[in-house]
């Protein structure tokens, strides 16, 4: 059974700061890995895609690595905004029987202080 | 393009009683899934559907149920509710093909007392 933890369960920093936020799992066949940023009380909204061929993917201020063989990804953001707190989830998506169900993380929650 | 639409935003419901949970995906998405998210924790799967039929179901009792209609928009509906079954809610839509992501709502939050 795939198991996913985000280490760790909060990280709080100055703004302006560069953070990394971890992701584990522990089965490597997947297809992809996705990270979401949900804001208190909302939806999920998908910040980056993964495909298992890949071996990371930026957007903007983001930039998020995968390491299939260790089970291992991150998400980096640079120069960290207040507008960056929020709880930053990711989630894996497996080959095979299952393929069409995500699993997730507990997720990360960051404050950004000004 | 509208996203995932969700409906109703909110919901109390009484122990013991019904309620019906509504998505529409993003047009041209032909794929809706369902997740549970008790405060604190990630989301948990309980169901997907493609091309109205179920592909999958999550660790859910027989109490949970869904449906697809033709236009691809969803249903899940939960009867005989517990204090347990408060949580968010949460539709997500997708192409249906392997390598898509996913497009998340902004949920349904649902209060059991």
New interface residues.
Partial sequence: KQE?TQIPAALSVPEGENLVLNCSFTDSAI??L?W?RQDP??????LL?I?SSQREQTSGRLNASLDKSSGRSTLYIAASQPGDSATY?C?VRPLGA??????????TKLSVIP | DAGVTQSPTHLIKTRGQQVTLRCSPISGHKSVSWYQQVLGQGPQFIFQYYEKEERGRGNFPDRFSARQFPNYSSELNVNALLLGDSALYLCASSLGTDLGGYTFGSGTRLTVV
């Fill in positions: 996913v297809y992809n996705q979401f009380g909302k939806g999920l909204t998908s895609l495909q989830l989630a299952g393929s069409y169900q995500l699993t997730f993380g507990k997720g």
